[in-house]
């Protein structure tokens, strides 16, 4: 932590001081590979953690419920104007408190419950709020769910077509949490307007690599953008709405007063801080690395005899299939944390096993690419993860491992983090 921050947290509260600076350790110490985390930077997390939380300002910039918004005002227009910019919006809504408030406020502008929706299946590598069953948008609404092909565990087309075909969805949603590949926008936004449906792309994991063009934008051909600000974008927890001007007044109506009361202001300041950071240079070269990252790591693994599902990656994420490793993915996720090697455990594409014992991992590198780790390092991250998914019970190596990883990691310094 921060030595002046430190100074006046721990006499307040020594005991949360103590467990943010145990905190910042572990994250400082391992090789953090879940896909949707990030460090964000020190700029970022000095804007989050300003007098801004102090201020209520319901409304939006020119036309608020309270008094006292001649700074805020400018901070949220600010804001809004740079992810206008990064991302070729015409309208951008930065408010929503995360992602899932900000599909869910989706919802809220275009249908009513019990009306048709589609979604990527949460199994297949979906989100929970594109219409699973056990979230409030499988509940509320008519949920329609597409899958994968068995064969390349890709998207179908021809699935998602005939799907939209017959139960003409009022909303259609692109996106997910664990799709290794480019998503083809421009093929989900024909099947959209063909079928009159509205076409939503979730860019929650991609963010960072769209506003670098590391991953094609849905901005031109999708009717709404939903994305969160803290995965590969690299800013505070939040979320954003992008959608062209027709749908403008619709949005900023379900995001305020339909689902939120007061924006977090602390927040916007943080993305303001983060989109200004996406828009260098040095940005564009993390997120490019990112993708390089994981083909590398996915190179050395698949020569390792692991198994991908698709056989590889486009984008910053990896999903591996353990079964021929004869692990589960709970069992390895485990050991490769106490060797130091952060992840999840993960279904895969048409999981024999159950959710909470699946057969995969998912690992991803935007956090390994912020602190300057390169292809030579993750040929290394593979080499330990192949040791110790071998070797799950064996204490004293994944001791060893996290020692070897706590020497690695002392070379490259985490944004955000002082230790
Ligand atoms: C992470 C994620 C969300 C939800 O974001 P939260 O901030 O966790 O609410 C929504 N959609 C997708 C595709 C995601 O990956």
Request: net charge neutral.
């Amino acid at each position: 932590m921060h030595p002046a921050l430190y100074q006046t947290l721990h006499p307040v509260d020594p005991e949360i001081a103590d467990l943010i600076v145990a905190e910042e350790r572990r994250q400082h110490d391992k090789i953090r590979l879940i896909a949707s985390e990030n460090y964000a930077s020190a700029a970022v997390l000095a804007a989050t953690g300003s007098v801004l939380t102090n201020q209520y300002s319901e409304g939006y910039p020119g036309k608020r419920y309270y008094e006292g918004q001649q700074v805020i005002d400018q901070i949220e227009a600010l804001c809004a104007a740079r992810a206008r910019a990064l991302f070729g919006a015409d309208h951008a809504n930065v408010q929503p408190y995360s992602g899932s408030p900000a599909n869910l406020a989706v919802y809220l502008a275009f249908v009513k419950p019990g009306e048709t929706v589609m979604g990527m299946a949460l199994p297949a590598g979906g989100h929970l709020t594109h219409g699973w069953n056990v979230s409030a948008t499988g509940t509320w609404f008519r949920a329609v769910q597409y899958g994968v092909r068995r064969d390349n565990h890709r998207i179908d087309f021809d699935e998602v077509r005939d799907l939209a075909r017959r139960e003409r969805p009022r909303l259609l949603f692109a996106g997910g949490t664990a799709i290794p590949r480019t998503i083809d926008f421009a093929a989900f936004a024909e099947i959209a307007r063909e079928v009159g449906a509205i076409f939503v792309a979730d860019i929650a994991h991609i963010a960072g690599l769209v506003a670098a063009g590391a991953h094609p934008s849905p901005v031109p051909v999708a009717d709404v953008v939903t994305t969160t600000t803290h995965k590969t974008l690299r800013g505070p927890r939040g979320g954003m709405i992008l959608c062209r001007s027709a749908h403008q007044k619709a949005i900023d109506r379900a995001v305020f007063p339909g689902l939120q009361g007061g924006p977090h202001n602390h927040t916007t300041a943080g993305i303001a801080v983060a989109l200004r950071e996406a828009a260098t240079a040095e940005f564009g070269r993390y997120a490019h690395q990112i993708v390089a990252n994981a083909r590398a790591l996915a190179a050395a693994l698949v020569e390792r005899g692991w198994s991908l599902v698709t056989g590889g990656t486009d984008n910053h994420l990896l999903l591996a299939d353990l079964t021929p490793k004869r692990i589960s993915g709970k069992v390895a996720a485990r050991a490769l944390d106490a060797a130091g090697i952060e992840l999840n455990y993960n279904t895969i594409p048409f999981d024999p096993r159950k959710p909470f014992d699946p057969s995969g991992i998912r690992l991803g590198t935007p956090s390994v690419t912020s602190r300057g780790m390169a292809e030579a390092e993750m040929r290394q991250v593979a080499a330990w993860m192949d040791a110790v998914v071998s070797a799950p019970d064996d204490a004293a190596l994944h001791a060893r491992i996290a020692g070897e990883i706590r020497e690695l990691c002392a070379k490259f310094p985490a944004p955000g983090i002082l230790v």
